[in-house]
T-cell receptor
Framework: DTGVSQNPRHKITKRGQNVTFRCDPI?????LYWYRQTLGQGPEFLTY????????KSRLLSDRFSAERPKGSFSTLEIQRTEQGDSAMYLC?????????????FGSGTRLTVV | DQQVKQNSPSLSVQEGRISILNCDYT??????FLWYKKYPAEGPTFLIS?????DKNEDGRFTVFLNKSAKHLSLHIVPSQPGDSAVYFC??????????????FGQGTILTVHP
């Protein structure tokens, strides 16, 4: 297992277009998180899945954002009608329960630039 | 509201000396605290953690101190090495209830270790 994989690594899109990112967690991890990081800030929580169930969504996740995790494996994050303010690094992390002291495993992120 | 704060955007130290990175939090429900290290174009990497029932945790050159009454924690790196140069994030976790283990991050501190 090579860890958490995110694709694509970089995405440049025009304002108003839709984009979709993919995250493949560590196979035995049933918890999956999406975070967003903007320049000069720490990662901010977006949403959380336990298996295929989306259990929590941040108020940062506007109705233009949707995330799925079909079959509790990989996850996708879609942004519709992108805006320049969506430009950020989108990070995915996975974990197992009782993992609170060993840290979650993050992917390398997808850097989105909206022009 | 910024529940986890790292008030020093940057820190510069000489190789071999001690690096001290600080973090303050406001939410008394946090019961786990973690430090992550991040290189450019990579996701955060877990470094060390501490439970709120402890006041110190040590792992090699890295020691985290927790002062619950002051809602303050610090990461000490001794001796500092040039390879430690990175962005360091403090993160906090309120485990249980409906939080599902989501991490709340500080803004990060850029550490530069000069040879």
């Amino acid at each position: 297992d090579t860890g958490v994989s995110q694709n694509p690594r970089h995405k440049i899109t025009k304002r108003g277009q839709n984009v979709t990112f993919r995250c493949d967690p560590i196979s035995e991890h049933n918890r999956l998180y999406w975070y967003r990081q903007t320049l000069g800030q720490g990662p901010e929580f977006l949403t959380y899945f336990q298996n295929e169930a989306q259990l929590e969504k941040s108020r940062l996740l506007s109705d233009r954002f949707s995330a799925e995790r079909p079959k509790g494996s990989f996850s996708t994050l879609e942004i519709q009608r992108t805006e320049q303010g969506d430009s950020a690094m989108y990070l995915c992390a996975s974990s197992i329960p009782q993992d609170q002291l060993s840290g979650y495993t993050f992917g390398s992120g997808t850097r989105l630039t909206v022009v | 509201d910024q529940q986890v704060k790292q008030n020093s955007p940057s820190l510069s130290v000489q190789e071999g000396r001690i690096s001290i990175l600080n973090c303050d939090y406001t939410n008394s429900m946090f019961d786990y605290f973690l430090w992550y290290k991040k290189y450019p174009a990579e996701g955060p990497t877990f470094l060390i953690s501490i439970s709120s029932i402890k006041d110190k945790n040590e792992d090699g050159r890295f020691t985290v101190f927790l002062n619950k009454s002051a809602k303050h924690l610090s990461l000490h790196i001794v001796p500092s090495q040039p390879g430690d140069s990175a962005v360091y994030f403090c993160a906090a976790l309120a485990y249980g209830g409906t939080s599902y283990g989501k991490l709340t991050f500080g803004q990060g501190t850029i550490l530069t270790v000069h040879p």
